[in-house]
């Protein structure tokens, strides 16, 4: 062919058009197996309702859990007291969810099977939604990708029916054998889609994420008793409200995150404006790596959305290290019309009419709660320091050590007896009468470099007021290299850690001061200017006011660019154009500007740790008392401004178990 190289041709050849009687044309080939529409023109035409079904399956479901929240959901709207799921194989080949809820008659259950049919939804009214499920999308969606069979009788019917759904191809409704409620059955799941099935995680992994969702919504509804079973054994069981004592809510929440949380966990109960928040959160001291024990609910409905994120990070800001993150369960209730649950095909993700409103009261009920726990630390720091204890095994018991078999004295070879009677004789003149305490007397102790000795004077019953043995946080009975404090409670003992407790009650300190008085500024000797996108730069404008409480005075520089006149004067040497970017961020992702916060904060903490009490210094009895009694009186004051805990409580019921003496 003149003019054209090989390797033209070979790709003409290869083309699917065809070259016209005129150079500069070319007309679409026709193929008799399938139509190719040409780029610049087209033919619509509807899709089979076959492949519409597989379209929202996999929107609606995802994977296993998917499927696994959305017939526990339409369970419990079917006001079932008891869900009980298996799953096989990780979901692949079963997912069974059978329930005690009303059921359906013949009728209703081969409509149930198609798409959008619901009961749920009253006058087609989207705004008023007061159930978890309402599209009529699940069990269509669920039917096209597997083998779906649903079995139920409803309440005060004689008989029992069934409907089937092979890849969307639906069966006769049948009759069948069932006491009451609705047996779903999913087998096979993508086997019609098998690209979805392709790219499913291992058993292990699709289980632990069912096992997730069910455990959310048990959270939301401890009224109903959920179980978790992968054919063999029942890997999570919640019990019905009827068999909880006292607060049912905390109850479920301390069998689902564990009994620490609940001996940790902080009430949270709050309104405003029509809005009310319930809950509980970790006290700081009970913290973890990650942000994976964070649950929202909204109106019963567990919800992922990243106003939590923000919220609870502005709350504990000021108590917890940036890599620790707070344990907690919160519970809005909001009108209906109030909030959007239809965003997200999935109903994981809601959007509110008011999104500063809900994100205050989440704040400020975190932040009061946490101020009402004054120095309460948590329980989970006596636990650690009784794990580190080991009793010292390695000698064995002398036969005359061991205790009589009646108690009192121990059992010691006759040429010990004279000791043991000069001992236990009441003889007032004995040089360590009483193992070396005279009645009502503790060994005081002072410093010699970095060991510990008796100080030449005990500490008198005298010495220490009657009451001091009530305080929370007991009375000092001596200092242990120079650093720890040890103190004396009605029930145990306290060890604080003074440079970490004085440190958090000059930063208290230095927070009401700021606060009475505000942030001081310094006037920058030339503004800066800050170029961002617009969109960055307006809602950075729009906090100027919050700014300008920190210290940051910002105004508008024309389209897309701020201009920085002054910045808080304790930041000394700064990065502004930096820190603006940053600040932008953080608003346009949080709704908050933290940064400077927590800029501000690590420089009040520096200031705190330097000007408070260094650990190896000696302080006297009334020290050690005076500082005590501040921190009871202190807010905050059991962790440090890193979220470490300031003192340890060991009770003294503990204390004998670590002597085998319970």
């Known amino acids: 062919m003149p003019g054209f190289t090989r ?23 026709t193929h008799p197996e399938r139509s190719i529409l040409p780029t610049s023109a087209g033919i619509i035409r509807l899709l089979s309702e076959r492949t519409i079904n597989r379209i929202a399956a996999g929107e609606v479901v995802e994977r296993p859990a998917s499927a696994v929240k959305e017939l526990v959901e339409n369970a419990i709207d079917a006001g079932a007291t008891r869900v009980d799921v298996v799953m096989r194989e ?12 009303c059921g359906m008659n013949a009728e209703e259950l081969s409509l149930a099977v198609e798409r959008h049919a619901t009961s749920k939804l009253r006058d087609e009214d989207l705004v008023n939604i007061g159930s978890l499920g309402f599209r009529g999308e ?4 669920i039917g096209a990708v597997s083998r779906l069979s649903v079995t139920s009788r409803a309440d005060g019917a004689d008989d029992a029916w069934m409907v089937s759904v092979d890849a969307g191809r639906k069966s006769d409704i049948t009759p069948a054998a069932l006491s009451e409620g609705t047996v779903i059955e999913v087998r096979d799941l993508f086997y019609a889609t098998p690209a979805r099935l392709k790219f499913l995680k291992t058993n292990r992994t699709e289980y632990g994420q069912a096992s997730d969702t069910m455990k959310r919504l048990a959270m939301a509804h401890p009224e109903v008793a959920f179980t978790l079973s992968d054919g063999d054994r029942t890997t999570f069981r919640a019990l019905h409200a009827t068999s909880l004592m006292d607060d049912a809510r905390l109850d479920r929440l301390g069998a689902i995150l564990g009994k620490e949380f609940r001996e940790n966990a902080l009430e949270i109960d709050a309104e405003r404006e029509g809005l009310k928040l319930t809950g509980y959160a970790g006290l700081p001291t009970y913290s973890r790596g990650n942000a994976m024990q964070q649950y929202l609910f909204v109106n019963g409905r567990p919800v992922k959305d990243r106003l939590l994120t923000g919220a609870v990070r502005g709350a504990y800001q000021d108590y917890l290290a940036r890599d620790r993150h707070p344990s907690l369960a919160l519970f809005l209730d909001v009108p209906a019309t109030f909030v959007d649950v239809n965003v997200h095909p999935a109903k994981a993700e809601v959007r509110f009419k008011d999104a500063g409103l809900v994100r205050g009261l989440i704040v400020s009920s975190l932040r009061h709660a946490l101020a009402a726990a004054g120095h309460r630390a948590s329980t989970t720091v006596a636990d650690a320091a009784l794990g580190a204890m080991r009793p010292q095994t390695g000698t064995p018991a002398m036969p005359w050590a061991r205790p009589s078999p009646g108690g009192g004295r121990p059992n010691l070879p006759e040429g010990f007896q004279n000791v043991v009677n000069q001992i236990y004789a009441p003889d007032q003149h004995r040089p360590y009468g009483n193992a070396g305490f005279g009645e009502g007397e503790q060994m005081g102790f002072e410093t010699r470099g970095e060991m510990a000795a008796p100080s030449a004077r ?18 000092a009975r001596g200092q242990v290299h120079a650093t720890y404090i040890v103190s004396q409670t009605a029930d145990g003992l306290v060890i604080v850690d003074q440079h970490a407790a004085h440190e958090r009650l000059v930063y208290e300190r230095m927070k009401k001061q700021i606060a009475a008085t505000g942030v001081a500024r310094q006037a920058l000797l030339l503004p800066e200017v800050v170029e961002l996108e617009e969109a960055p730069a307006e809602r950075l404008i729009a906090r100027a006011d919050e700014l300008a409480s920190l210290g940051l005075i910002v105004e508008p520089f024309g389209e897309g660019a701020v201009m920085v006149r002054e910045v808080p004067a304790m930041l000394g040497k700064l990065d502004v154009k930096g820190l603006v970017r940053d600040l932008a961020d953080e608003i346009t992702e949080l709704d908050e500007a933290l940064s400077l916060k927590e800029k501000l904060e690590d420089v009040c903490g520096t200031m705190a740790c330097h000007g408070s009490v260094r650990a ?41 178990k670590l002597f085998g003496r319970r």
Do not use: W
């Open 458 to 475: 005990p500490v008198e019953a005298a010495d220490i007021p009657p009451e001091a043995i009530d305080y929370p946080l007991g009375t």
């Open 616 to 656: 190896g210094r000696r302080l006297t009895v009334e020290e050690m008392n005076a500082l005590l009694r501040e921190m009871e009186e202190t807010p905050h004051s059991g962790q440090c401004n890193h979220g470490r805990p300031t003192y340890v409580e060991l009770k003294l019921a503990d204390i004998e």
């Open 138 to 141: 699940a069990l269509a969606s």
């Open 90 to 101: 990780g979901g692949r080949d079963l997912i069974q969810v059978k329930d005690d809820g």
């Open 7 to 29: 390797e033209i041709f070979l790709v003409l050849a290869r083309c699917p058009f065809q070259l016209a009687s005129t150079p500069d044309t070319v007309t679409p080939m």
